[in-house]
């Protein structure tokens, strides 16, 4: 198995897009490969994503994309695994380069819903959950991580308090990121007054529908010569599966799915968390990362709300969490997410994040999940 | 890279399915692992194809196929690239298990329509195309064929009994074909009075909407003991892309990412197109059959309308093509249609196929375009 490196990587400012996607995603595609000094034409594979592309009546994506890059004729193809997708597609782009079948490969993905009303946005994110057993029921995201808030609560006493600190730190962390959707910092007290979306969540713990496009350029370390920026080397790409819906698990404090892909991407990377120094987690809703540092082994089950509250995640605190202001602030366009959170650790391990940066960049995790933990990826990356 | 097989192949009656995509999938993929004599616990690495389930207000199928099959904890995704969705699902499943990444791969397609009228399948349908070039100006795949057509025929003379003779044919070997949507032959004589659909193209020269599941189960050699039925070794899994539009490319009379394809897979396999028993070719339309045969290199430019018109390409003939009856008609369901193709090359080579058996199974190529084909797959299958 080939070494694999992270050797550029793109984002546009998540929020809300005037061009469609595939002008978005040939410009931002165009970015990463320029930052990683690879020229389109070494490119073997691109793998996309674009959950929703029938939003905008563009299905087969890929091929226009190419196209866009002057590489017409490299294979491409859509990867989807809901708000997990540019994991998934960064998987199968390392699987390709790791195995030898690939020298470079593209991650490229994109959303765009904002041309929508509410409603029909809403429609075609619900469709990441189980039609005939939760969405046809009424059950959408808010709803669902609601009751896994309430659990939660319910368990181990988790405060609002201690929800309302990770909105707040990860709008103060956005606050320093120009890429983000929102980039203006909240208070405990504007959070507390939010209003009630779906008990006990309320606006401030749920993540935005953003536009947005993000690409990554990975290389087999062969097929660099004199990288242009530091690379990020994957040192573990890990997928996983649960049980579809939240009804039928065993627990509902914590995501299956989230708990094995850490234990596995740890073993792979032959780490522990003591080792990583900051982490970017999927925080759709701010319950989602107190789970996500206890799934992950980053605190004791029941932990990571005071962990946040005392200020061990900020961004100069002991253990970073989500620097970039996570999907909470810096935005959630389902199928940018994963690459969007690979853009932020090139970015913090080429010390490029300015306001945000990070006192230490050894080893780096990004964490993403698929609707409520049906999927969800790991990612360790470290130095050369 | 290691030898990679196709232990198990299964597809339901393409046509109208009253089940649910997710329904249909589940029921397949387990008769797919049965047929391979595989336990649905021995699969690591699920690929599902299933371009429009957003018509079934359904994305992320993956995990709830796989926590049907009992194996919540695999990872699944989801790959598209339209038409030819599934056999670039296949080649994700083949990178997977050749490179080691994986010992067992499940490879299902679903796609479900029926329920929508006419137009919203068409539209849906129509998005594999170019949306602000081709399809807001009206264009859908029928008249984009028929371009296509319109251009061999100015320049080879291909004529409508040549166009007539793919259908005929299909018609004929999908009769023998409990899995085919139509199973009634046709004679010239209805052929050249349906309906003209886009000029030079009639009714009968269209594949249509159809409804379908197909699942193919992928294993390393190493991973298999005894085979449960005779297995087929994949001796080329090649994907390629072309300039996306039509209006852009060099030529009319041909698809360029089929020629790519074809010239990489016989290279991939080491064998030459005299040394291919029988085809599985994407016909989507009449004239795209005559374009892969020559794209592909058996037969000269202009040379395959005649040689249908001769029925060399019958299921008892020099060299049959489409034996299942291809596309046009054994129906056409997007995501299901390239595994669908494995199923037929497996019965062929298993000898189950009946009334449609060919006499010889030493190599099989399956040949899958994506839209007009900004993508296309060849896979080349062979015996132990």
Redesign the interface.
Known sequence: ?REVWVVGAAMNRFGKMPE?GREAITRVSLEALDRAGVSPQAVNHTFLSN????A?????L???L??GLG????????????CS?TS?AL??AF??V????AEVALVAGVEKLSHLDTLAAT??F???????FE??HGATFPGLYATLANAHQAKFGTTAEELGSVAVKNHANAAHNPHAHFQKPITMETYLHSPMIASPLRLYDCCPFSDGAAAVVVAAREAVNRPRAEPLVIRASV???????MH?RSTLTGL??TR?AGEKAFRQAKITPEQVSFLELHDCFTIAELMALEDLGFAPAGAAGKLTADGETAHDGRLPVNPSGGLKAKGHPVSATGAGQVVEIFEQFNHQAGGRQVPRVEYALAHNV??TG??CSVHIFGHR
Chains 1, 2 share one sequence.
């Open positions: 198995m469609t959950c929703f592309g029938v905008e009546r563009q299905a087969h890929g091929p226009l190419n196209t590489i017409p004729e490299v294979p491409s193809c859509t990867i989807e695994s809901a997708s998934a998987h199968e699987v390709h790791a195995g030898g079948f429609s075609y619900a469709m990441g959950a189980d039609y005939p969405t046809r997928r996983t599966g649960s049980i579809a819906d039928d299956p799915a094995l698929g609707a049906g999927s």
